[in-house]
């Protein structure tokens, strides 16, 4: 047990020699440079030099044998498999990241930082895609290479690594990728980083993600606008007729109306995960309205467990150019971010019967693609190991949400290749991802590095034998079930 301890000590020792002697960050600023801008389709031969000329060989020389996966739904955004294999008996981890970016906003940047270079200022590492998601997937690979030079060229498990360069565009052709091989992506345990923390300074663990449906509401009353001096008053205004459909949906402090968008409760095992969670607690994080949203919640609460319904835009005319006509048409665009146990198939019809008995027959409702809700149960026992590892290197109780506020293409993994899903975020709340100026905090990255090397060197110790209790979901019930040392096993084990 001491030796074992010690290796442990050791292997984190590597992991964060990697930050300080500059490893970490010379290998993100190439990753960096590399402009894999999903969002523009004429950076298509970027994204496939980040997987073909960058990440390939990166895994190559950690054992991995890789292979690209054209994208069936969308070429411009290829996919790389790769494969390291050691023992079919020990427990089979499927990884994954995304290689693509959103756009650079070339020139929105503070201090005239390019978004193509890392910029180090202080604690702060400035660049796109440094914390999503090319820093996040850089410190699990330079984790991974400490622990396989910690073993002597061995992990202690078989790891799988699906990396996208899609995420950004919602992640097209993933699903069908997984669907079509199946096999292929087989595990016990999902094990992947993107996202953000609670809190700078606390390490979290989250097991799934809200849901995300984007839809329109639209006022189309005639072809063309008329003088408002002339009509006005007996004409129809449609961003007028829109304002109070929206009304009818949210009360004056944001409280879903309708009952079809609301979820059901929230269960126990997930408010006693939130029971300690507080947002906005970094200090560039915006200010939390209390009052906002569904009363007798907590802040987590309403973020994690809760469901919103946000109006992101509202168009009508030219604002900054008005002219004096009544416009013709309105429209608003939605986002309702969604919990598991949400009737999210139902949201046309549901939104239709809400508008048309509130007297808004002339608002059109056009829903465009969901993407499910996740949630591992926070008891199942991978979730306790994870937990337990973590506070184990840093010294500090990690953060448990159930699910991410946000919405990641955790579905596929979940609810696809069954798997349970379990996330462990490097970057921040505040860390302006999507936005000029994204950046990582290097204390944060060093932590992290320590830690995923604790987690990966956990995976290696798992023995495996077909009596004992899972530690996790059981591949096609076939494959033999995790179970680990008593110091460290998860729980049921």
């Not at 074992?4 to 050791?10: N, V």
């Not at 048409?329 to 999210?344: K, M």
């Not at 004992?468 to 033999?480: L, M, V």
């Amino acid at each position: 047990m001491k030796d074992t301890f010690a290796t442990r000590d050791a292997v984190i020792a590597r992991a964060t020699d990697i930050f300080d002697t500059g490893g970490l960050l010379a290998t993100l600023r190439r990753r960096v440079a590399i402009r894999s801008e999903s969002q523009e389709p004429a950076q298509a031969a970027q994204s496939l030099a980040y997987l073909q000329d960058e990440i390939a060989p990166a895994l190559a020389r950690l054992g991995f044998t890789t292979r690209l996966l054209a994208n069936p739904v969308a070429a411009h955004a290829p996919l790389l498999f790769a494969e390291r294999h050691e023992d079919p008996t020990l427990p089979t981890v499927l990884t994954y990241a995304h290689g693509d970016v959103v756009r650079g906003y070339e020139g929105q940047w503070a201090d005239g930082r390019s978004p193509w270079e890392v910029t180090v200022d202080g604690d702060r590492w400035y660049g796109r895609g440094t914390a999503d998601n090319k820093g996040q997937h850089t410190i699990n690979l330079a984790a991974l290479e400490a622990v396989i030079a910690a073993r002597g060229g061995k992990l202690g498990f078989n790891l799988k690594i699906i990396v996208e360069t899609g995420e950004e565009i919602d992640s097209p052709g993933l699903k069908a990728v997984c669907e079509a091989a199946k096999d292929t992506f087989a595990a016990d345990l999902f094990l992947a980083s993107d996202g953000p923390r609670v809190s700078a300074d606390r390490p979290t663990v989250f097991l799934g993600s809200r849901g995300e449906l984007n839809l329109e509401l639209r006022v189309d009353l005639r072809s063309g606008a008329h003088h408002s001096g002339n009509w006005g008053g007996v004409l129809a205004n449609p961003v007028v007729i829109l304002s109070h459909a929206i009304a009818s949906l949210l009360d004056a402090r944001g409280r879903i109306a309708v009952e079809g968008l609301r979820p059901p409760a929230i269960p126990d095992a997930v408010r006693l995960a939130l029971a300690d969670i507080e947002l906005g607690q970094d200090a560039s994080s915006p200010a939390i309205d209390p009052d906002w949203g569904e009363p007798g919640l907590s802040p987590a609460e309403r973020v994690v467990a809760w469901n919103a319904f946000e109006v992101l835009a509202i168009k009508a005319a030219d604002v900054d150019a008005p002219i004096g006509a009544i416009p013709p048409v309105a429209r608003a665009i939605c986002q309702w971010r969604f919990v598991v146990g949400s009737d999210w198939t139902r949201v046309r019809q549901n939104l239709e019967a809400h508008l048309s008995q509130h007297g808004f027959s002339d608002v059109q409702v056009i829903v465009h693609e969901a993407v499910e809700a996740t949630r591992l149960d926070p008891e199942n026992p991978w979730v306790e190991w994870a937990l337990r590892s973590i506070q184990r290197t840093t010294g500090k109780k990690p953060a448990l949400l159930p699910n991410l506020g946000g919405t990641l293409p955790n579905a596929i993994f979940a609810n696809v290749l069954k798997l349970p899903t379990v996330w462990v975020p490097h970057a921040y709340p505040a860390c302006s991802q999507h936005a000029p100026n994204e950046h990582l905090l290097a204390s944060g990255a060093r932590e992290s590095l320590a830690l995923m090397a604790e987690l990966w060197w956990d995976l290696g110790d798992i023995h495996t034998t077909s009596d004992q209790g899972a530690a996790g979901t059981t591949r096609n019930n076939r494959a033999p079930r995790p179970a680990v040392s008593s110091h460290k096993a998860p729980s049921g084990a």
